[in-house]
């Protein structure tokens, strides 16, 4: 049985940063394409990271773009993402995702499994 399980959610202040760590099991993911998604209160659930099996290429939504980083540890099967200088509107609930695919994308209908996902709160 495959899972995805995020940690490293929590409640921080405007301007800090957090990293959030996804681990998978039951499944090598060191193929295939990992992502983050994040759904914030009364929103659809938006992209917000990829990244392919190889760590190469990444892309990120505008809005977290030159903040966030994706990265991946292939040997651990763990999927990070790195976020700076974060701001209120950063707050929700931050999911991880993989594919079957090993290039990565930025629509949630190519990605299979889902995480049961992190709180993230920003407050101002």
């Known amino acids: 049985q495959v899972q995805l399980v995020e940690s490293g959610g929590g409640l921080v202040q405007a301007g800090d940063s957090l990293r959030l760590s996804c681990a998978a099991s039951?499944?090598?993911?060191?193929?295939?394409?990992m992502a983050w998604f994040r759904q914030a209160p009364g929103m659809e659930r938006e992209f917000v990271a990829a990244i392919s099996w190889s760590g190469s290429p990444t892309y990120y939504t505008d809005t977290v773009e030159g903040r966030f980083t994706i990265s991946r540890d292939n040997a651990k099967n763990v999927v990070y993402l790195q976020m700076n200088t974060l701001r209120p509107e950063d707050t929700a609930v931050y999911f991880c995702a993989g594919s079957l695919s090993p290039l990565a994308g930025r629509v949630q209908s190519g990605y299979l499994y889902w995480g049961q996902g992190t709180q993230v709160t920003v407050s101002s």
């Open positions: 039951g499944r090598t993911f060191s193929q295939y394409a």
